[in-house]
Antibody, heavy 118, light 107 residues
Framework: QVQLVQSGAEVKKPGASVKVSCKASGYTFTSYGISWVRQAPGQGLEWMGWISAYNGYTNYAQKLQGRVTMTTDTSTSTAYMELRSLRSDDTAVYYC???????????WGQGTLVTVSS | EIVLTQSPATLSLSPGERATLSCGASQSVSSSYLAWYQQKPGLAPRLLIYDASSRATGIPDRFSGSGSGTDFTLTISRLEPEDFAVYYCQQYGSSGTFGQGTRLEIK
């Protein structure tokens, strides 16, 4: 069965960077893309961007351009999302999600809480 | 960027009633690339509907989606206790923006 297992919670200081991982299993990793979605406490979902696990093509949300980098490691079937210059309003649960039938959010990881606090 | 606006923000209904949730887009969503998700507290979202009207695997047939262009609707024909949650629409025709969500609560 398809599983996306994310790395554990992180606490970072303002200005630092965070890198969240998403290890995939149960399918051919390079056949699908991975999206990243975040959710601030008590707020809605925000799409951050998408990466093709086939060729590394990325499509980032305009708001995060220049601060976010999404990568994949096909040898370990793992996707990564790095966010730089962290601010307090980056505090959120970060989810990875795999495509299916053209939809970004067919399967979801369990989420990773990133807290930005001085 | 396509902006999605969901209404109402909160919907209060009783089990057994019919729920109608709306999602409006600021410009036409290409090829009806519109999905609906359900999210319960502390859990990841769950895909319900894709391509505006196709049910995802394992989703009960009381959930249905409709619409095209800029106006989309999620209908839950008869509410079950487990249906009370937050619902989001997402367009994936041009990047992947979400609506702000509709909270479906027990009346």
């Amino acid at each position: 069965q398809v599983q996306l297992v994310q790395s554990g919670a992180e606490v970072k200081k303002p200005g630092a960077s965070v890198k969240v991982s998403c290890k995939a299993s149960g399918y051919t990793f390079t056949s699908y893309g991975i999206s990243w979605v975040r959710q601030a406490p008590g707020q809605g979902l925000e799409w951050m961007g998408w990466i093709s696990a086939y060729n590394g093509y990325t499509n980032y949300a305009q708001k995060l351009q220049g601060r976010v980098t999404m990568t994949t490691d096909t040898s370990t079937s793992t996707a990564y999302m790095e966010l730089r210059s962290l601010r307090s309003d980056d505090t959120a649960v970060y989810y990875c999600a795999r495509d299916g039938l053209g939809v970004f959010g067919f399967y979801w990881g369990q989420g990773t809480l990133v807290t930005v606090s001085s | 960027e396509i902006v999605l606006t969901q209404s109402p923000a909160t919907l209060s209904l009783s089990p057994g009633e019919r729920a109608t949730l709306s999602c409006g887009a600021s410009q036409s969503v290409s090829s009806s690339y519109l999905a609906w998700y359900q999210q319960k507290p502390g859990l990841a979202p769950r895909l319900l509907i894709y391509d505006a009207s196709s049910r995802a695997t394992g989703i009960p047939d009381r959930f249905s989606g409709s619409g095209s262009g800029t106006d989309f609707t999620l209908t839950i024909s008869r509410l079950e206790p487990e249906d009370f949650a937050v619902y989001y629409c997402q367009q994936y025709g041009s990047s992947g923006t979400f609506g702000q969500g509709t909270r479906l609560e027990i009346k």
